[in-house]
T-cell receptor
């Protein structure tokens, strides 16, 4: 299995500001994933982050709004830029390990 | 994005009752995963299924990979209060590995009355 930690666990932000979420994994992984879970909803994939290359974004998500860094095989960041109340969600980091997908504890973001 | 149809949407049961939920898709999947999410937490993997017809147990939980590859179910026997949470199914179109995206179900909210 993989152990994933995220920082911060939660934050309350003002609209128009940006927040960077960190994800740390206890083992080296090729691909890391960022998901969004809006209140009362299921999980939606934002992007896939590969070390050494640009992240691949899903339909409806763009790099200017959700820039991602992947400096090494155990770490990634997701920035939520120019936030609005509609960005209030849980943001989850995820990795594959031994043919199974594991999730971090999530970052609960509230935008006022 | 694409989601799997999961039912029921919510369940309110008495402690000790058995629970059954299922997930269906119009597409064939080659991997099915079942997760539980507690309030304020990330999803935790319960059971992983990799073969059509496979029946796998994890304590009081049992899950099956449908023969058609288009469905899966999860049973919880003798429910207890800590079973409360949201249960998600997830299917993978490819044959495992990180290159194939997971598609998530809409979730089943389970409430257990002590």
């Amino acid at each position: 299995s993989a152990v994933i930690s995220q920082k911060p666990s939660r934050d309350i932000c003002q609209r128009g500001t940006s927040l960077t979420i960190q994800c740390q994994v206890d083992s080296q992984v090729t691909m890391m994933f960022w998901y969004r879970q809006q209140p009362g909803q299921s999980l939606t994939l934002i992007a896939t982050a590969n070390q050494g290359s640009e992240a691949t974004y899903e339909s409806g998500f763009v790099i200017d709004k959700f820039p991602i860094s992947r400096p090494n095989l155990t770490f990634s960041t997701l920035t939520v830029s120019n936030m609005s109340p509609e960005d209030s969600s849980i943001y989850l980091c995820s990795v594959w390990s031994f043919n199974t997908q594991y999730f971090g504890p999530g970052t609960r973001l509230t935008v006022l | 994005g694409q989601q799997l149809n999961q039912s029921p949407q919510s369940m309110f049961i008495q402690e000790g009752e058995d629970v059954s939920m299922n997930c269906t898709s119009s597409s064939i999947f080659n991997t099915w995963l079942w997760y539980k999410q507690d309030p304020g937490e990330g999803p935790v993997l319960l059971i992983a299924l990799y073969k059509a017809g496979e029946l796998t147990s994890n304590g009081r939980l049992t899950a099956q990979f449908g023969i058609t590859r288009k469905d899966s179910f999860l049973n919880i026997s003798a429910s207890i209060p800590s079973d409360v949470g949201i249960y998600f199914c997830a299917g993978q179109l490819g044959y495992g590995g990180a290159t194939n995206k997971l598609i998530f179900g809409t979730g089943t909210l389970l409430a257990v009355q002590p």
